[in-house]
């Protein structure tokens, strides 16, 4: 499928006309054979959750593509914003409906380009339906003429100005001078489902998009230490919770007291194994809230040596506590690349929020860097490890939040 176009057309003669349907391509490149039907029903389906309320009247999959006939009242503002976060769309247009007819298409699309200046353009066209009696570069040379002749502008096929994409289905094609990019990916929830340890901080948000990116469906595990410390994390949680619903429509998120269960472990731990100690209850119980959501993985948003409890022997020995498979999608990325993605999916402004979490209660100046399963486990004995974990999912509180 062909890159979205940043159309540079110098103005627009005409207000713009509200568009009648919206068309949306998803990357074929991840489609094969057997999981196609399945991507495709999934996306259809998140589509449709994720457009409620905004006029669409029917949604239709075509040859290829996702067709949504829209209503004369649909909210094209929020039509967009929707769109661009539903996964495993890699772009999509607003555009308009005309039969398939060539007499029919020229004209609806010359009267469309003559809405708009522009001083070189292209006709692209898709021929889905092959019987059309006109090969794609015949139907572009010829609306390209017409427009040619009424526009003034130049044709240009490598640079041009202006695209004017024009899809040919059977009995019916579609036109648009507006193709947006989508998030690019797979459908939410085709994965399978991940429970994300999500703190208040930049990077575990940005790894819970990232695994939604990759068809997972997230559950969220906050751990906070209320009342020990003022609700800020727990409320940023939520927000972080709410910018990610709109990927997925509805989220699970669980908010774990721990400052209990760190008071206890200053008691009997060393200073220096805290974080580490910390670490692994937080695998124990997010595993816990794991079985009970049917979720088969753990994910952080931990990255190689980002701090003290985020060296590989540290993540080797936090790990060992765990028995499902734990993911760490930003495990190579370093901090700059981490904050401009959460800045451009909208979680950085909620994370930089200061705030003190749980990890900074109780937390030592110099956490050891280099531990072992063998010397931490000898620090754990001098506590009730099933205990406190009972403790932290039992003391779980669930909010789901929906979108829209
Ligand atoms: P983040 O920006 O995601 O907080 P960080 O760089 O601050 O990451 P750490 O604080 O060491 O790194 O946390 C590493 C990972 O552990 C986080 O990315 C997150 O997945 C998990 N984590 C840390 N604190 C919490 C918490 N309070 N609740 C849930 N998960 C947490
Ligand atoms: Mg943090």
């Given at each position: 499928?062909?890159?979205?176009?940043?159309?540079?057309?110098?103005?627009?003669?005409?207000?713009?006309?509200?568009?009648?349907?919206?068309?949306?391509?998803?990357?074929?490149?991840?489609?094969?054979?057997?999981?196609?039907?399945?991507?495709?029903?999934?996306?259809?389906?998140?589509?449709?959750?994720?457009?409620?309320?905004?006029?669409?009247?029917?949604?239709?999959?075509?040859?290829?593509?996702?067709?949504?006939?829209?209503?004369?009242?649909?909210?094209?503002?929020?039509?967009?914003?929707?769109?661009?976060?539903?996964?495993?769309?890699?772009?999509?247009?607003?555009?308009?409906?005309?039969?398939?007819?060539?007499?029919?298409?020229?004209?609806?699309?010359?009267?469309?380009?003559?809405?708009?200046?522009?001083?070189?353009?292209?006709?692209?066209?898709?021929?889905?339906?092959?019987?059309?009696?006109?090969?794609?570069?015949?139907?572009?040379?010829?609306?390209?003429?017409?427009?040619?002749?009424r526009t003034g502008a130049a044709v240009d096929l490598s640079n041009a100005a202006f695209t004017i994409h024009l899809e040919i289905l059977p009995g019916e094609a579609f036109y648009s001078v507006e193709r947006l990019p989508g998030a690019g990916g797979l459908p939410a929830g085709i994965?399978?489902?991940?429970?994300?340890?999500?703190?208040?901080?930049?990077?575990?948000?940005?790894?819970?998009?990232?695994?939604?990116?990759?068809?997972?469906?997230?559950?969220?595990?906050?751990?906070?230490?209320?009342?020990?410390?003022?609700?800020?994390?727990?409320?940023?949680?939520?927000?972080?919770?709410?910018?990610?619903?709109?990927?997925?429509?509805?989220?699970?998120?669980?908010?774990?007291?721990?400052?209990?269960?760190?008071?206890?472990?200053?008691?009997?731990?060393?200073?220096?194994?805290?974080?580490?100690?910390?670490?692994?209850?937080?695998?124990?119980?997010?595993?816990?809230?794991?079985?009970?959501?049917?979720?088969?993985?753990?994910?952080?948003?931990?990255?190689?040596?980002?701090?003290?409890?985020?060296?590989?022997?540290?993540?080797?020995?936090?790990?060992?506590?765990?028995?499902?498979?734990?993911?760490?999608?930003?495990?190579?990325?370093?901090?700059?690349?981490?904050?401009?993605?959460?800045?451009?999916?909208?979680?950085?402004?909620?994370?930089?929020?200061?705030?003190?979490?749980?990890?900074?209660?109780?937390?030592?100046?110099?956490?050891?860097?280099?531990?072992?399963?063998?010397?931490?486990?000898?620090?754990?004995?001098?506590?009730?490890?099933?205990?406190?974990?009972?403790?932290?999912?039992?003391?779980?509180?669930?909010?789901?939040?929906?979108?829209?």
């Open positions: 499928m062909s890159a979205p176009d940043n159309n540079r057309a110098e103005e627009t003669v005409d207000s713009p006309s509200t568009p009648t349907v919206a068309v949306v391509h998803y990357g074929e490149l991840a489609l094969k054979g057997k999981n196609r039907p399945a991507f495709i029903s999934r996306l259809v389906r998140n589509i449709k959750t994720a457009l409620a309320g905004c006029g669409v009247r029917r949604i239709r999959n075509l040859t290829g593509r996702i067709v949504l006939d829209l209503g004369p009242g649909a909210d094209r503002a929020a039509l967009e914003k929707r769109l661009r976060r539903v996964m495993g769309i890699s772009n999509y247009s607003l555009g308009f409906k005309v039969p398939a007819e060539i007499g029919r298409m020229e004209e609806a699309v010359a009267q469309e380009a003559a809405r708009h200046v522009f001083r070189s353009f292209r006709v692209a066209t898709k021929r889905a339906d092959k019987t059309f009696p006109l090969t794609s570069p015949e139907v572009n040379q010829r609306i390209g003429a017409t427009i040619k002749a994965s399978g489902r991940v429970a994300v340890l999500l703190s208040g901080g930049i990077d575990s948000p940005v790894a819970a998009y990232r695994m939604m990116k990759r068809g997972c469906e997230v559950v969220l595990v906050h751990f906070h230490a209320y009342p020990i410390l003022p609700k800020t994390s727990q409320r940023k949680a939520r927000e972080l919770a709410e910018v990610l619903t709109r990927s997925q429509g509805r989220t699970r998120l669980f908010l774990v007291p721990f400052g209990d269960i760190q008071s206890t472990v200053v008691t009997a731990v060393p200073g220096p194994l805290r974080v580490v100690v910390y670490r692994r209850l937080m695998f124990r119980i997010a595993e816990e809230i794991a079985r009970k959501t049917r979720a088969t993985a753990l994910v952080t948003g931990e990255s190689l040596g980002q701090v003290a409890s985020q060296t590989l022997s540290n993540l080797a020995t936090i790990e060992a506590a765990a028995t499902l498979p734990i993911l760490r999608p930003l495990i190579g990325m370093d901090k700059q690349e981490i904050s401009d993605e959460a800045a451009r999916i909208g979680t950085f402004d909620i994370s930089i929020v200061p705030d003190q979490d749980c990890c900074t209660l109780f937390t030592p100046k110099h956490p050891a860097t280099r531990t072992t399963v063998r010397e931490i486990e000898a620090a754990e004995a001098a506590l009730d490890v099933p205990a406190l974990v009972r403790q932290g999912a039992e003391g779980a509180e669930e909010a789901v939040i929906e979108f829209p």
